[in-house]
T-cell receptor, first 114, second 115 residues
Framework: GQQVMQIPQYQHVQEGEDFTTYCNSS?????IQWYKQRPGGHPVFLIQ?????EVKKQKRLTFQFGEAKKNSSLHITATQTTDVGTYFC??????????????FGQGTILTVHP | EAQVTQNPRYLITVTGKKLTVTCSQN?????MSWYRQDPGLGLRQIYY???????DKGDVPEGYKVSRKEKRNFPLILESPSPNQTSLYFC??????????????FGSGTRLTVV
């Protein structure tokens, strides 16, 4: 079935450093979504990308969808302690056995040292 | 306030004792889904529902049951819980299964421990 792999699993940064998490799919994705889960909390939707090569920004966060629509990245510039949490990507492939199932990556756990 | 409400937040139970985790959404969403979250494994889908009376298996359905008799409710039933079902469970809903521009809305989670 469809697999969405996310790396790294863990990332520790000093406050002010940049952070990037990568998401790779075994199949072409129709869309990619990103979620953030604060420690002890639940996943919260951040953004959706649907077009090949699409780039979207939310303040210090930059999201990219690869040209082949098989990978995506989330980049945070100058991390802050409020960025701490787990970042998940999620996507689906049109048709086949993926119908009805948004597949989530394993998540990247970000810790930020002040 | 638009939300997904799960109950209970925490539950400790014994092996074999049937339990139900409730999930309710007030956004008139057609799609609802259950996930379990385990360290290093991310969010794995248990069951999902496209609409009332329409449910289907996700990736890890063994040991779970669901029902969707009303649009707003999607309870998760563990008929005979076992220790390997100890996990953090999330219910999610969305207007469509693809998530669309607003993505999935998740409940606050239920931490289940089976001893």
């Amino acid at each position: 079935g469809q697999q969405v792999m996310q790396i790294p699993q863990y990332q520790h940064v000093q406050e002010g450093e940049d952070f990037t998490t990568y998401c790779n799919s075994s199949t072409t994705l129709s869309n990619i979504q990103w979620y953030k889960q604060r420690p002890g909390g639940h996943p919260v939707f951040l953004i959706q990308l649907v077009k090949s090569g699409e780039v979207k920004k939310q303040k210090r966060l930059t999201f990219q969808f690869g040209e082949a629509k098989k990978n995506s990245s989330l980049h945070i510039t100058a991390t802050q302690t409020t960025d701490v949490g787990t970042y998940f990507c999620a996507g689906y492939s049109a048709g086949g056995t993926s119908y009805g199932k948004l597949t989530f990556g394993q998540g990247t756990i970000l810790t930020v040292h002040p | 306030e638009a939300q997904v409400t799960q109950n209970p937040r925490y539950l400790i139970t014994v092996t074999g004792k049937k339990l139900t985790v409730t999930c309710s959404q007030n956004m008139n969403h057609e799609y609802m889904s259950w996930y379990r979250q385990d360290p290093g494994l991310g969010l794995r889908q248990i069951y999902y529902s496209m609409n009332v009376e329409v449910t289907d298996k996700g990736d890890v359905p063994e040991g779970y049951k669901v029902s969707r008799k009303e649009k707003r409710n999607f309870p998760l039933i563990l008929e005979s819980p076992s220790p390997n079902q100890t996990s953090l469970y999330f219910c999610a809903s969305s207007k469509t299964w693809t998530g669309g521009n607003y993505g999935y809305t998740f409940g606050s989670g239920t931490r289940l421990t089976v001893v």
